[in-house]
């Protein structure tokens, strides 16, 4: 991965019982479907090391159609 193709991210604390999917879902607005999960979970992979556990603030991609709305700031 180049630094042209990191995708726009947002920091995210991994709290008990969550898990990579639910958390990509969650911060993508539940707009998510089965071919871009695939693609999140790669970029995520690639954007941190290892599994995240609880306590452990990870990188979550965000897709390009959202980052309007949730990156407004």
């Known amino acids: ?3 042209k193709e990191r995708p726009k991210t ?3 604390l991994f709290m008990p019982g969550e898990t990579v999917s ?3 879902k ?3 607005k539940y707009d998510v479907t089965g071919e871009e999960m ?3 979970l790669a970029q995520f992979k690639d954007i941190n090391p290892g599994i995240p556990r609880p306590g452990v603030r990870a990188l979550i991609p965000i ?3 959202h980052q309007t709305e949730i990156f407004k700031d």
């Open 26 to 28: 969650k911060m993508n």
């Open 38 to 40: 695939q693609v999140l």
């Open 63 to 65: 897709l390009t159609r």
């Open 1 to 3: 991965m180049t630094l």
């Open 10 to 12: 947002l920091p995210h």
């Open 22 to 24: 639910a958390v990509i």
